[in-house]
T-cell receptor
Framework: EAGVVQSPRYKIIEKKQPVAFWCNPISGHNTLYWYRQNLGQGPELLIRYENEEAVDDSQLPKDRFSAERLKGVDSTLKIQPAELGDSAVYLC??????????????FGEGSRLTVL | DQQVKQNSPSLSVQEGRISILNCDYTNSMFDYFLWYKKYPAEGPTFLISISSIKDKNEDGRFTVFLNKSAKHLSLHIVPSQPGDSAVYFCAASEDAGKSTFGDGTTLTVKP
């Protein structure tokens, strides 16, 4: 069974440039998450989707961050414009959702962003 | 206010001995507690979990203990192996999927 796939793995951009990350969750997982992990810290939730609906985006900086999950499968997280403080690893995760809820998340390998 | 805290940034143990990783939480609404393991340049992978209605869960060399009155959980690894060297994240889940993570403990198991 394929795991959560993320791309790109690494991205280096100048500040004020846009950047986008893509995520393909595990087949059949209704819930998709985007987390941000700063160096030396744990993952912090940015947004959670149940199918196509964003059910928790309270921690998403909406002035520069946007996300979408069209058709309830793949998802894209965009930052425009990027700032120096956005340098972090962006993790996508998926889970079975309410039907199979155990709290367990399946993470992708992450997309490491460096803003210069 | 950090709801999940791992107060030890690092832990070093000898191969074959016990590793004990600790985690404290503040939110009484958490219903699942999980431990994830993370190697460099990889995403976290699930290790073991425990429901809030239990006080112990065991899976091979890994045991998680939950003390609800103290709002404390711990992960025991016995015996520790060099391949266990990684960053361990404690996480707590509520509201059918909202997980909060601690900042991690780096475990080093010396041969």
């Amino acid at each position: 069974e394929a795991g959560v796939v993320q791309s790109p793995r690494y991205k280096i951009i100048e500040k004020k440039q846009p950047v986008a990350f893509w995520c393909n969750p595990i087949s059949g997982h209704n819930t998709l998450y985007w987390y941000r992990q700063n160096l030396g810290q744990g993952p912090e939730l940015l947004i959670r989707y149940e199918n196509e609906e964003a059910v928790d985006d309270s921690q998403l900086p909406k002035d520069r961050f946007s996300a979408e999950r069209l058709k309830g499968v793949d998802s894209t997280l965009k930052i425009q414009p990027a700032e120096l403080g956005d340098s972090a690893v962006y993790l996508c995760a998926s889970s079975l959702g309410l039907a199979g809820y155990t709290g367990e998340l399946f993470f992708g390998e992450g997309s490491r962003l460096t803003v210069l | 206010d950090q709801q999940v805290k791992q107060n030890s940034p690092s832990l070093s143990v000898q191969e074959g001995r016990i590793s004990i990783l600790n985690c404290d939480y503040t939110n009484s609404m958490f219903d699942y507690f999980l431990w994830y393991k993370k190697y460099p340049a990889e995403g976290p992978t699930f290790l073991i979990s425990i429901s809030s209605i239990k006080d112990k869960n065991e899976d091979g060399r890994f045991t998680v203990f939950l003390n609800k009155s103290a709002k404390h959980l711990s992960l025991h690894i016995v015996p520790s192996q060099p391949g266990d060297s990684a960053v361990y994240f404690c996480a707590a889940s509520e509201d059918a999927g909202k997980s909060t993570f601690g900042d991690g403990t780096t475990l080093t198991v010396k041969p």
